[in-house]
């Protein structure tokens, strides 16, 4: 039984680069959900696909961030034009929703940890 | 928006003592979740809550709803140190989608 695994787990780049970071959910899981996290705070929702369609994204997400989910499988997020404010983990969950009560709890994946320098 | 905050924040406690960890949120939300999140780890699903009055508990550990409230407990029996960790509790869930997480408390358990 395998759970959410992402890729790359460290990052390291610099200032103006651009990167992308991937997550591989629990499989037949059909949310996927991405997070960040800066030392010392909760995880700060950033976007979540239901399949392959996104249906949220956050309000402080800046346009140099999108993300995508073809398939309904895998879902990769990219970073544009990285700036120090950036760095960060950056956590991928993903929930089964719609055949019982309670299976919606969104399993996290390691994170890939972000530092541009 | 849903809010969610914790208190306290840091809990240094001795082991086998009782103590509690609140967590109020700010308006409806479809279900609690409370998370423990070791260093550099990432975070692990202790207890959904979904419905008012709901408790559970595993090992040592026991959370509780009270949706009037709008408050949920984690209460922590005869600490010892293997639960140190930071533990997040969140509201949120499949009509909202996205999780908002408490800012944390970070408990360590000193022998």
């Known amino acids: 039984d395998t759970g959410v695994s992402q890729n790359p787990r460290h990052k390291i780049t610099k200032r103006g680069q651009n990167v992308t970071f991937r997550c591989d959910p629990i499989?037949?899981?059909?949310?996927l959900y991405w997070y960040r996290q800066t030392l010392g705070q909760g995880p700060e929702f950033l976007t979540y696909f239901q399949n392959e369609a996104q249906l949220e994204k956050s309000r402080l997400l800046s346009d140099r961030f999108s993300a995508e989910r073809p398939k309904g499988s895998f879902s990769t997020l990219e970073i544009q034009r990285t700036e120090q404010g950036d760095s960060a983990m950056y956590l991928c969950?993903?929930?089964?929703?719609?055949?019982?009560?309670?299976?919606?709890?969104?399993?996290f994946g390691p994170g890939t940890r972000l530092t541009v320098l | 928006e849903l809010k969610v905050e914790q208190n306290p924040l840091f809990l240094s406690m001795q082991e086998g003592k009782n103590y509690t960890i609140y967590c109020n949120y700010s308006t409806t939300s479809d279900r609690l979740y409370w998370y423990r999140q070791d260093p550099g780890k990432s975070l692990e699903s202790l207890f959904v809550?979904?419905?008012?009055?709901a408790v559970k508990q595993e090992g040592r550990l026991m959370a509780s709803l009270d949706t009037k409230a709008r408050l949920s407990t984690l209460h922590i029996t005869a600490a010892v140190h293997d639960l140190s960790a930071t533990y997040f509790c969140a509201g949120g869930g499949t009509s909202y989608g996205k999780l908002t997480f408490g800012q944390g408390t970070i408990l360590t358990v000193h022998p």
């Open positions: 499989s037949e899981h059909n949310r």
């Open positions: 969950a993903s929930s089964l929703v719609g055949l019982a009560v309670g299976t919606d709890t969104q399993y």
């Open positions: 809550l979904l419905s008012n009055g």
